[in-house]
């Protein structure tokens, strides 16, 4: 079965990076696009970034030139670079495969940025 797998997550201070991982399998990760979402406690969950099968990318505003999504087909692995962060980037971040109807995401990984 699908499964999606994030690592990478943890307590960083401001202007600090991380890179957060996510392992897929269970599917043939090249033909699919992949997501990076966010959410903080009370609120929706934010989409934050997206990779398309084809390597193009898309961003939301508030990560513009800070954050960096990529894949490695090869690998079946997909990151999300996080640099400059902000006390507002603080939130538990999940990868997403929307593979047809199925809509699949991993367990999450929790990110700190402290002031």
């Known amino acids: 079965q699908v499964q999606l797998v994030e690592s990478g997550g943890g307590l960083v201070e401001v202007g600090g990076s991380l890179r957060l991982s996510c392992a897929a399998s269970g599917y043939i990760f090249s033909l699919y696009n992949l997501n990076w979402y966010r959410q903080v406690p009370g609120k929706q969950r934010e989409l934050v970034a997206t990779?398309?099968?084809?390597?193009?990318?898309n961003y939301a505003d508030s990560v513009k030139g800070r954050f960096t999504i990529s894949r490695h087909n090869a690998k079946n692995m997909a990151y999300l670079q996080m640099n400059s962060l902000k006390p507002e980037d603080t939130a538990v971040y999940y990868c997403n495969a929307p593979k047809g109807i199925q809509n699949y995401w991993g367990q999450g990984t929790q990110v700190t940025v402290s002031s």
């Open positions: 990779i398309t099968n084809g390597g193009r990318t």
